[in-house]
């Protein structure tokens, strides 16, 4: 198979069913590394390197289809010549004497061989990277240990250069709102007005992304509502959560360890979070859209929260809360149970 059977169809093609065809295979290397995106030989085995320079190409060109291939990024990858191709080759900078990682998590956590111990101020060119929790994710172009190129570094222990540009971590400014962003209070749901404010914060993450709805009829909310009543699903489960986020088409990576600088992050790409903390008794979720220098700016699909209670009847559309009120009522213990939304 080729690209040009790819184009003005829906088929998508993840990494292994890529990797189990050589003669597209091979195209899509030559192409990759006439951009200068992978560093021959072009030997038809679609491995670490390959997925990253396709997924670093799928980056630079906006094709929207991270994770796998399809008919835009078929459709860029044939149009596409060497000069369109922006930037520099990215370049990892140790800032501290670190260990490179197999898996996002504490060193500790590891077994000696998913770790490599390296030195403050090594610099490495790049295939690709991506940050992942807490952590960089980096596609390694000429160097490898224990013959693994893909591995994960602390963010505070690295730096991504772009020539002179530092692009990671980014600059992030005082203040940011994902604008457009849509409201939808749980008050006049169908199903439990009281007690959907989970369904509801993510129907109205969906369709910032423009999510396909499964019915034509109602409203987004009450459909997720039956939708996890259907699968089993729990919806004070934030795992179930993020499954029906990722059953609708969108990505929901949910930690217990997030941080105020983490969604800060998030939102300044462009995306939004979904923060746990004990507004109510009984617990209560919301989309964070923004931030200022006094607090997040929520969408609090109950209405706008008071310390004597809630006021149903105002709108929870762009609240402020306070970073005082948040750490009291989310993070208490210092953790902190974000949804990190994406498409």
């Known amino acids: 198979m080729k690209l040009q059977d790819i184009l003005k169809t829906k088929e998508r093609y993840d990494v292994r069913a890529i990797a189990e065809d050589e003669e597209l295979t091979r195209q899509i290397q030559t192409l990759l590394v006439s951009f200068d995106l992978l560093d021959p030989p072009v030997d038809g085995k679609f491995g670490p390197k390959s997925t990253a320079a396709l997924h670093r190409f799928q980056v630079l060109l906006d094709c929207n289809e991270s994770g796998f291939l ?8 044939i149009e596409t010549k060497p000069e369109d191709i922006p930037g520099d080759t990215p370049i990892l900078r140790v800032t501290k004497d670190t260990i490179l990682k197999q898996r996002p998590v504490s060193s500790s956590e590891l077994d000696e061989s998913e770790k490599y111990g390296v030195r403050a101020v090594r610099e490495f ?41 530092l692009v990671y971590p980014p600059d992030i400014p005082e203040e940011f709102k994902l ?77 217990a360890n997030g941080s105020i600088d983490d969604i800060k992050a998030w939102l300044n790409e462009g995306k939004p979070t979904v923060i746990h903390g004990y507004f109510t008794s009984f617990g209560h979720i919301m989309p964070v859209v923004g931030y200022n220098q006094k607090g997040l700016i929520v969408h609090d699909p109950y209405g706008e929260w008071f310390s004597g209670g809630y006021r149903t009847d105002l709108s929870g559309a762009y609240l402020t809360y306070s970073y005082s009120l948040i750490r009291r009522v989310c993070m208490p213990d210092g953790d902190f149970w974000v949804h990190f939304i994406s498409r």
Not at 152 to 165: A, D, P, S, T, V
Not at 216 to 234: I, K, N, T, V
């Open 179 to 255: 604008s457009g962003f849509p409201y939808f209070s749980q008050v006049d749901n169908w199903y439990n007005p009281t007690g959907a404010c989970n369904v509801t914060s993510m129907a109205m993450c969906l369709s910032y992304y423009g999510a396909s709805r499964r019915k034509s009829y109602g409203q987004f909310e009450d459909e997720l509502y039956q939708y996890a009543l259907d699968r089993g699903y729990s919806r004070h489960s934030p795992q179930d959560l993020a499954q029906i986020v990722r059953d609708y088409g969108c990505q929901d990576y949910f930690t």
């Open 125 to 165: 060119k790049l295939l690709a990277f991506e940050p992942v929790r807490n952590h960089i994710r980096v596609a390694l172009r000429s160097e490898t240990f224990e013959e693994r190129s893909v591995w994960y570094i602390y963010e505070k222990h690295g730096e991504i250069y772009q020539g002179k540009n």
């Open 70 to 77: 399809g008919a835009v990024t078929a459709e860029k990858l």
